[in-house]
């Protein structure tokens, strides 16, 4: 056993950094918070990196596959005789993946900021928060149970709506962390119901316990019944329905868009690169018991991703803002992984899909943190979302101008860039387990390359906008980032995944099915032409395909009016014919009922109070007529 | 001299100190100073108390002590702790410390209010220290009684209205509970020997089942009342909307514990009989509350109001988990309590200093105020996030408890409820995040707003205090949880020898 | 002696006493009158407790013993009676007794 005890720093250093700036904060000067926070994360970055060459190559004995091994662990709270909730660090193949995909973009947003959050009110709140949502992520990728692991998930709910919410005078950015933190909390409702079930079917919170292939878990299979699935897949849909919220999956997926209110760096380290993929990152830790156990669940999980990513590629081509347009390729592309999680099998090449989504959650991670920085770079110099505004930027930001290029072809899956292998292996391991889902997957590819070049063209090409203040090129500490992202969206494709990430820690081969890569580049390429013919010059060619699509182009751009449809449920429904009813029956019936014995007894009381008249002879009178009748009740009735 | 008579005599003391001062200053000076003291010892009580339990005394109650007061009945003055009653205990010491601070400029009456508010205080300190059912009884009766003058001298608003129906309706749970408690006691002798009104020579013996399912009612809802069990509930949002921030927190914070506690102490372990065969009952109307309290909360516009109703919510978790009757889910109610008491004590306080500031909680005619008072509007923050059961904070450790307790069930009915139940975190956040976006978050919107000032230092101290012990807990659970749990295990036993068998609808 | 009266005679006045006492004390509007009425009441008494005593138990003194607390404490509630009365008077400038209503609701 090797000791890897020190990546307890891994979170604690951040946690320390929150701390520390959150209580001295005021007392610092902003800038001093900032690098505070930067060096802390930089830290752990070292760390995470030294951490991952250990565990896949200096420590690992060729041969073998990847075992799970707690660095550490402390009792946190007894529940029941046989539950006890511990915190700890695990690492294994995804966790230490994840180390690597949270520090290394935590760290560039860091630098980042420094850049794009300069003069503003609060700087050094921005850093706290980010420190403390460093903290959580990483404590919820180290988790060593699935506890922990909800214990974290809604800490960094928490940071995610603090951050969000970060221009908190500004009436949208409120509603908009409002928005999340209830959906995803909503979701989480679902994740807790589903902890109860399964902690208490196999009576353990424990990851290794859980997915060991002979652990109480798998002797769950079968089963009671409810509407034709066992138990143990309710759970599972249950918990998965807390991953569909954080990954902001159909129908969960409303808040997302709207986090958008957010400062831009926080959108590309919380909702697109680490937070969202979550839920990924859930399924993919409870992978052998979806897989083995309860095969329904993970059905459900591979159709509600495809589902996810078709809608939000559909969306995503009609929406103007920038970051919005982003946002849903962000739920497209975790749908990407949710249906690759939910296509795969458990070993060998039959875990093709596992290892598929986790390679897409680290390439996206790369790619779409650059996307949402270079917005950000796009934003910091137009001061404007929306992409009307916008139009032949490529002369006046070209380092941005350049990595958005390379992202957008990352993410259309052009080869040898990194989006290419992982969609790759996603498609493969969808045609060869389900094709309807191929088949929705194969148009998304071709939809995700049109609207990401729509993107790309609108802003740096198109028309000849002419601008109030010429915009300029970020500073160093903005631009340095988006190259190093763009390295990682370039070269990250060659690392060898199904060596080091796959379904039961054992490698396998895997090779490029040109039956499937032919066509995905090929449409991703037609996708590209298509924007390129629509977009590159100002023509009317978009009005009108536009309206060439009539009221499906309405719906779209409405999003598919799903949030007039969460409105309704909750403003219409729940508070006005619930919340609102349950306010008025507890003043009116329930206090009405109390207030209504009071007022019987003040009445009876009102009409006995003519006795007591205060006259002492009345007294008298009844007092001896009173002895009186007594006395002859006595001496002659008795 | 027994430490825990030291619980009673230091308010009493204070009363008296407070009799001879002056002027305001020295009242509050006399007053903080008899609560300081307090307070440590509180912290020292809970020193000792785990080392002696470290050093391997298991007797069911420490630091006993027994005195005959009222030989014709056989009443006593029984003291003794265990892990249960000493987190009570220390969970009063600190929101007593922090509503001493809170109302720092109670300058009307000043002298009567302190003692009022000490004497409740004493009144809750007694009850639960108390092992003798009656002198409990006399206790509690001493922590209700100050409440009237409370509200109806020193409170805001409907005051002689609010005052009136909340000592009526307590009044009312008295009665009940004094029917039960005679009960017991007559029925505390089953063999014809001298009857006992203590505790745990009652918990020895089997009260016969045809008089626990009579009695079992009306102890249980007599303490219920106090613990906000629906439909009895109303006295709590009229009385903590209409009482000065002080007596909100006291009240809500550890008054209505004492409801909780006694549900648990005195009806559920001397009675489990029929407790089972009755939980179905309590625990359909404690799941109302539950979610009603948090539903009735999103529609309110007085921020004591909607306190007062997430108090119903969070108070029927807690009736709803000493229902569960079993060890974790005893545990849960029990740290429930803490929490819930810490922090509706931090909200009250805290609505208590915003009022004082902008004359106002309508939260409709406020907004913006984290500008104005970043202190006040973070630690707001925080005790929301707390109230909605964010980890690292003392709610979560609390529910979560209570949830896997109650799961432990398996059957059909207590499955639905326990759902039921969990559904609150939602609604809850949804009220929580309400008030906080509008009161602390947007623009402000009146001017004369911005002049306004933050926190003072006594404010301050108040407020850190009861965030310090939420955080404490939130993030430590352990200690406390071992300590409630070693308490619990005789209780538990004492139910599992009752047999385990639980009526139910389904 | 104690042959010549009978024990009756002494009931009869007594109870004739007692419930001239309790006319007065009902029909009367004057508080000193009323006052009177309940002397003559508890005078009745005094001679029902002497006539007992000296006719049942002539061995003891029990009877004579109540009696004399009785006008003992009858003077001292005379007393009491007056200063009351004197100061209603002052209140309300008048000892009827039906304008002294206020003890009521």
Redesign the interface.
């Given at each position: 056993m090797i000791d890897y005890t020190y990546t307890l720093l891994i979170p604690l250093i951040p946690l320390a950094v929150f701390l520390f700036t959150g209580l001295a904060g005021s007392k610092l000067k902003p800038q001093v918070s900032g690098l505070i926070g930067t060096t802390g994360l930089f830290a752990v970055t070292i760390l995470s990196y030294l951490t991952a060459i250990r565990y896949f190559w200096t420590d690992h004995v060729a041969g073998t596959g990847y075992a799970s091994m707690k660095a550490f662990e402390i009792q946190w709270l007894h529940l029941t005789e046989k539950l006890t909730i511990n915190l700890g660090i695990l690492l294994d193949p995804i966790a230490v993946m994840m180390l690597v995909v949270v520090s290394t973009v935590s760290f560039m947003v860091h630098i980042y900021s420094l850049g794009y959050m300069k003069g503003e009110k609060g700087f050094a709140r921005f850093y706290t928060f980010l420190s403390l949502f460093t903290f959580s992520m990483l404590g919820l990728v180290l988790a060593t149970n699935i506890f922990q692991m909800y214990i974290f998930w809604e800490l960094v709910g928490v940071s995610s709506f603090l951050l969000i919410g970060f221009y908190y005078e500004k009436p949208s950015a409120v509603s908009a962390s409002k928005k999340a933190f209830i959906v995803t909390r909503f979701a989480d409702l679902g994740f807790l119901i589903g902890i109860l079930m399964l902690s208490f079917m196999t009576e353990t919170f424990d990851f290794r316990t859980l997915v060991s292939p002979t652990g109480p878990a798998m002797a769950q299979a079968g089963g009671a019944t409810f509407l034709g699935l066992s138990a143990i897949t309710w759970a599972l849909i249950f918990v998965f329905m807390g991953g569909a919220g954080k990954s902001a999956m159909f129908p969960l997926h409303i808040w997302l868009p709207d986090a958008m209110e957010g400062p831009t760096p926080v959108s590309a380290l919380i909702h697109a690169a680490t937070m969202v993929v979550a839920g990924v990152y859930l399924v993919a830790r409870l992978f052998p018991v979806y897989s083995l156990v309860a095969p329904d669940a993970l059905h459900v999980v591979a159709w509600v991703g495809g589902i996810s990513s078709l809608f939000a590629a559909i969306i995503a081509c009609t929406q103007t803002d920038i970051k919005r347009v982003l946002a849903y390729s962000t739920m497209s592309q975790i749908g990407y992984m949710m249906l690759a999680l939910g296509v795969s099998g458990y070993g060998g090449h039959d875990g093709l899909g596992f290892m598929a989504g986790n390679f897409h959650l680290f390439t996206h991670a790369m790619f779409k943190a650059l996307l949402f920085l270079g917005a950000g770079a796009i934003i910091h110099a137009v001061h404007s979302n929306d992409m009307r505004d916008m139009g032949g930027l490529r002369k006046y930001l070209p380092i941005t101008h350049i990595t958005f290029l390379i992202a957008c072809l990352t993410i259309a899956g052009i080869p040898p860039l990194s989006g290419f292998f992982s969609k790759d292996e996603i498609l493969v391991a969808a045609f060869h387990h389900n094709m309807p889902l191929f088949i929705i997957e194969f148009a998304v590819a071709g939809l995700t390359a049109f609207y990401m070049f729509r993107l790309y063209y609108s802003i740096f090409w198109g028309k000849e906008t002419h601008y109030h203040h010429t915009p300029h090129e970020a500073p160093a500490t903005m631009t340095i980032p988006l190259l190093v992202l763009a390295f990682g969206s370039v070269f990250s494709g060659f690392l060898p995944f199904h060596n080091l990430v796959t379904s039961d820690g054992q490698p396998f081969e895997t090779h490029i099915d040109y039956m499937v890569a032919v066509p995905s580049v090929l449409i991703g390429i037609l996708g590209i032409v298509v924007a390129t013919i629509m977009y590159r010059k100002v023509s009317g060619a978009p009005l009108k395909v536009s309206t060439g699509f009539g009221n499906f182009y309405t719906w779209a751009y409405h999003k598919f009016y799903m949030d007039e449809v969460y409105l309704f449920v909750t403003k219409k429904i729940l508070f006005n014919l619930v919340s609102r009813p349950v306010a008025w029956f507890d003043r009116h019936i329930v206090d009405g009922f109390m207030n209504l014995i009071a007022r019987v007894i003040e009445r009876s009381a009102y009409l006995i109070k003519g006795f007591q008249s205060g006259r002492i002879q009345q007294y008298g009178y009844v007092f001896v007529s009173g002895t009186i009748v007594l006395v002859i009740i006595f001496i002659y009735i008795w | 001299m027994n430490i825990l008579s030291l619980f009673v005599l230091i308010p009493v003391l204070t009363c008296v100190g407070i009799v001879f001062t002056k002027n305001m200053k020295q009242t509050r000076l006399v007053s903080a100073v008899g609560m300081s003291i307090q307070l440590i010892l509180s912290g020292i009580l809970v020193y000792l108390y785990l080392t002696e339990r470290q050093a391997g005394n298991m007797a069911e109650m420490l630091f006993t002590y027994d005195a005959l007061w009222f030989p014709t009945l056989n009443i006593h003055y029984t003291v003794g702790v265990d892990g249960i009653s000493v987190a009570m205990i220390a969970l009063t010491g600190i929101v007593v410390f922090a509503g001493i601070f809170a109302s720092w400029k109670m300058e009307f009456l000043s002298r009567e209010f302190f003692i009022s508010l000490i004497l409740l205080a004493t009144g809750v300190f007694g009850f639960f220290i108390s092992l003798d059912l009656f002198t409990m009884f006399l206790f509690y009766e001493i922590a209700v009684i100050p409440m009237y003058l409370l509200i109806g001298i020193w409170g805001s608003g409907p005051k002689e209205y609010s005052a009136m129906?909340l000592t009526?309706?307590l009044m009312g749970g008295s009665a009940l509970l004094m029917v039960g408690l005679l009960g017991i006691y007559f029925y505390s002798a089953p063999a014809g020997g001298q009857l006992t009104w203590n505790l745990l020579e009652i918990s020895k013996i089997n009260i016969p089942i045809e008089m626990q399912r009579f009695l079992f009612p009306f102890t249980f809802i007599g303490f219920g009342i106090l613990g906000a069990l629906?439909?009895f509930?109303?006295?709590s949002?009229?009385g903590h909307a209409s009482a000065p921030t002080a007596v909100s927190m006291l009240h809500a914070g550890v008054l209505m514990k004492l409801g909780g506690y006694g549900a648990f102490r005195v009806a559920i372990f001397l009675m489990p009989e029929a407790a089972q065969e009755q939980a179905w009952i309590f625990l359909i109307l404690t799941s109302i509350s539950v979610v009603?309290g948090a539903?009735?909360a999103?529609?309110?516009k007085d921020l004591k109001y909607i306190n007062a109703?997430s108090s119903v919510s969070h108070c029927g978790l807690v009736l709803f988990a000493v229902l569960m009757m079993n060890?974790?889910a005893f545990n849960g109610a029990i740290i429930q309590m803490i929490s819930h008491g810490l922090m509706t004590a931090l909200f009250f306080a805290l609505i208590g200093m915003i009022y004082g500031r902008t004359h106002t909680r309508m939260i409709n005619e406020m907004g913006?105020l984290?500008?104005v008072m970043p202190f006040l509007g973070v630690v707001y923050v925080i005790a929301g996030?707390a109230s909605?059961?964010?980890?690292?904070l003392s709610g979560?450790?609390a529910e979560?408890?209570i949830?896997?307790?109650a799961?432990?069930h398996t059957d059909t009915f207590h499955r639905i409820l326990?759902?039921m139940a969990?559904?609150s975190?939602?609604v809850t956040?949804?009220y929580i995040?309400?008030v906080v976006?509008i009161l602390?978050?947007?623009?402000i919107k009146n001017d004369h707003f911005l002049h306004l000032d933050d926190a003072k230092w006594y404010e301050r101290l108040s407020t850190i205090t009861l965030v310090l012990a939420i955080a404490a807990i939130g993030i430590?659970?352990?200690w406390l949880?071992?300590m409630i749990?070693v308490s619990l295990a005789p209780i538990v036993n004492k139910i599992t020898m009752a047999g385990f068998e639980f009526t139910s609808l389904f | 002696m104690t042959g010549t009266i009978p024990l009756q005679y002494f009931l009869i006045i007594s109870t004739l006493m007692f419930f001239t006492g309790i006319y007065g004390f009902l029909t009367r509007k004057n508080l000193i009158t009323m006052l009177m009425s309940i002397e003559l009441i508890l005078n009745s008494v005094n001679i029902n407790f002497v006539a007992f005593n000296r006719y049942l138990y002539p061995e003891n003194l029990h009877g004579h013993f109540f009696s004399l607390i009785v006008i003992a404490v009858a003077a001292a509630e005379a007393a009491v009676a007056i200063a009351i009365i004197i100061n209603i008077y002052r209140n309300f400038r008048s000892i009827d007794v039906d304008k002294v209503d206020e003890m009521k609701f």
């Open positions: - | 129906k009526l309706m629906f439909p509930h109303t006295w949002p009229d009603y539903f009735g999103i529609w309110q109703y060890q974790t913006g984290m500008k996030l909605l059961g964010l980890p690292g979560f450790v979560m408890t949830f896997f307790g799961y432990q326990t759902i969990t559904t975190i939602v956040a949804v995040l309400r976006g602390l978050l947007g623009p430590a659970p352990l949880s071992d749990n | -």
